[in-house]
């Protein structure tokens, strides 16, 4: 018998829960916030003129990376960074794990509907369709506050089911009417890739249902992470072509790509939760280290495999991003939880509390300034000036999103 305890305990430790802080992370808070800031920003970049390029998208098939091609990684990361500590917490709080499928498969849901609504609006045809629009992309947005309200909890189940059926009624009707295509090929909504919010959806729900079928267990999640990884790398070297019969039904997400950069933000958050509170980081700082430059490493090294894409989601650039996300976050840990900087931050908050609501506004905005054709002289938009615009832009994008936040105006999904 006791020649079978070393296997035992290899055992209970690979399918042990991770032991976990109860401390908050005010560096997730503050990480999620700053990428949300730049998330607008980069965002806000199609309405100026003469800004350099390596702000922007690198175009399709070319090889590199500017600034924005960094930034929807980083909040998959976070994504991932989130998932251990909220999904714990509920375990703590002894919900059962039928509840908390339930409210993985209700935020994922959400995510997709309006990821679905924003794709379809690049197809919009606005002499075929009954609203203008920026009148549908408006109504739009008004839904999903409707639906997705965080109602308080003063206000009585009548009012907040009131307030949901209008949203619904509301949604459905500007799907109904929805037309797009062109005018020798209507079409109505399709799935033409997810958006924005869809792929964050779609990397929430593969890693959220990974992390409570194993229990949060550090080397399940490794395994899970290689597989994704390993998923385009053979993907993009044509391994997968045999198989592409089935992609428009049955496929990764993305190649991979997508649940892969949540996962290493999984990982990234079991091995920092030990260490969270504690002040003493010394071997999380080696591992972190160790990780990053791996994933960099890589990232480069097989760059000439298939290049540094982020449309078309190489490995190169996961791994990449990865590396420069572990970094950053490592950085934040240190000015944040070590130095006590977290009031530096504040101004920025609400884009880490409130951040479905803050992405969202801009929607709001760019299709009145579309309905009323005002705009800012070419010479706010240009060059320096044009920079500094749009982050004054992102940044009173975030303030109205703290004040919506005082009045019990935000999104919860």
Known sequence: MDKLK?????FNRIMQTSSLSDKRSFAIDIFR???????????????????????GHVPAKVDGMGLADVVFPAFLFIVGLSIPFAIKNRWKRGEADQGILLHILSRSFALLVMGLCHVNLE?????????????WQILATIAFFLIWLDYPKDATKR???????LGWILLLGLVLVYQGGTADNPTWMRFYW???????GWAYLICSLVFVAFKGNLSAMWAFFAGFMLFGIFSKLGWLEPLKVIKPYIWL?????????????????????????????????????LLAAACLA???VSRPLWGIHKIGSSPSWVTICIGISILFFCFLIWLVELKGKKEWFKLIKPAGTSTLTCYLLPYIHYGLLSITGLA???VWRTGALGIFKSLAYALIIILITGLLERGRIRLKI
């Open 298 to 300: 890589f990232g480069w």
């Open 6 to 10: 070393p296997v035992s305990n290899w």
């Open 376 to 378: 800012l002289p070419l």
């Open 123 to 135: 197809s919009y045809n606005r002499e075929l369709a009954l609203l203008p629009k920026p009148v």
């Open 33 to 55: 916030a700053l990428t949300m800031l730049l998330m607008i920003f980069v965002n806000d970049l199609w309405t100026l003129r003469d800004v350099p390029e390596w702000l």
């Open 194 to 200: 997810w958006g924005i919010l869809g792929l964050i």
């Open 253 to 289: 997400i993305d190649d991979g790509a997508t649940p892969a950069l949540s996962m290493a933000g999984i990982i990234v958050a079991l091995y920092y939760q030990p260490f969270l509170g504690s002040g003493k980081f010394g071997r999380f700082w080696m591992r972190m280290g």
């Open 159 to 165: 009012k907040q089911y009131t307030g949901q059926v």
